[in-house]
């Protein structure tokens, strides 16, 4: 009889935890509709990793460069691991876990987190950390990103947070159970809409320029992390308009970048050399870039990429074309299909 | 047969301690948003009350931080330039209308636009206590006491959920702007 109460205690217990983590899965926000960038962060673990260069950073990042440009016209393979609001400690920790599933040439790091010294919202948290994986670097990133009364069990199991939405489950909630609709392309947001710059308001005068020591702290650990496996930090601010990005800011980082042999670009002085037009390439009045505008600047950082850093064109590789061609195909499938929306607008 | 229910009597007592343990954890951990949204206004200003903090005059109105923006804008007029942003991590928009001596920004409280910030662009207008950009840190205090917190060279006073914030350099008012603070 021993061995059916042992059966039965594991089965029981097993039932428990299992029903732990399905009740856990259903509550959990599915940001598969509205708010889809809370699913950018776990696509990366869809991947079969063998990306040379990895982005890092927030919106300026994944709605800003088209892995796919690159693929197609550089045979450079590329993952954007970019959340909205992604604080510099975020975008550390997540190069840190990179490494545990591959090892790129470039990590290309979008410096606007460079304002942000400290946590600024459970929320924007929220859309970095809950798709996670769990690991250490999970659990250092949680700890740095906590706000005072946030507790870390709450991150760790989310059922802790979501419960509530128990009372809130929606169709969606039970369709995307399992999987998740397919909505980005290697870590890219695509939108193909056009709104133009019209205008964009001054930034607001600041008692002081300095980025804090926190920022330069985990700028200085990104830089060490590349250095001590052998990989390339390119440092890069986004042509986007808005959030305003000071010329005391740029000063800082080319200083950095300089003496720290980085290279440094910033998109908001090569609109010229990149073709940027801020009438055709922003969906959002210059906040971020549309298809258009991903391509071209995608178009313009590639031959860097080959040149500066000796990224290879890897088109040759058959199993990896195999790869690219259905992300290709994905891809233009998803701009026909947003074209198509807007022609019947 | 009686041990074995024996047996099942047990197990079933485990299984609802086990779910019970859940719930209880579930239940009692977490619960500071009972709502489980991860809302644009979760930790920022939410909610209409009355202002008593420091108000901008301009126009024969008084503006105020957290106000309902509709009336406000009715009454100015059309702004010179108008920006929105839409947010990276939820609907809704945050704006900003200028106006030739003033700059003032939204957050979304509902279905309602709130005052989150107003900055004074020139001196030709000034705080309702008199002061204007070019002034002196010591015209700052005698306006405003010396129950400010300082730091670096920003000067601040916090009134009922709103700060007035003066940046000072080389003993001259650089910048005016009123900010909304969360809570209650």
Known sequence: MKWVKVTLRIGVVSLVIASFFFIQRLVMPKYVNGIVEGSLIETYYEEEGNHDVIFVGDCEVYECFSPVALWEEYGIPSFIRGSAQQLIWQSYYLMEETLRYEKPKVFIFNVLAMKYNEPQKEAYNRLTLDGMRLSSAKIKSIKASMMEDENMIDYIIPLFRYHSRWSELSFDDFRYFFNKKKLFHNGYYMRVDVRPVTTFPQGKKLPDYSFGDNAWGYLEKMKKLCDNNDIDLMLIKAPAIYPYWYDEWDEQIREYADSNDLIYLNFLDLIEETGIDYNTDTYDTGLHMNLSGAEKLSRYLGPILREKYGVPDRRNDTELSRIWEDKTTFYYEMKAAQETELAGK | ?184
């Open chain 2, 1 to 184: 047969m009686i041990l074995l229910g024996d047996l099942m009597l047990r197990m079933k007592k485990t299984c609802v301690l086990s779910v019970a343990f859940i719930m209880v954890l579930t239940l009692f951990s977490g619960c500071a948003d009972p709502t489980g949204s991860l809302s644009n206004s979760d930790s920022e200003t939410s909610g209409a009350q009355d202002n008593e903090g420091y108000s901008f005059k301009t126009s024969g109105i008084a503006i105020s931080m957290h106000d309902d923006m509709a009336p406000i804008l009715d009454k100015l007029g059309e702004a010179k330039s108008y920006f929105e942003a839409e947010s990276c991590a939820f609907p809704g928009l945050e704006k900003t209308y200028t106006y030739s001596s003033f700059s003032l920004y939204t957050y979304e409280d509902g279905d309602i636009d709130r005052l989150a910030a107003l900055v004074i662009l020139d001196d030709s207008v000034g705080t309702a206590e008199g002061i204007y950009l070019n002034d002196s840190l010591d015209k700052i205090i005698a306006a405003y006491g010396s129950d400010y917190t300082h730091s670096l060279n920003l000067y601040s006073f916090e009134k009922d959920r709103m700060k007035l914030s003066f940046i000072v350099e080389d003993d001259i008012v650089t910048s005016i702007e009123y900010v909304a603070l969360a809570g209650e």
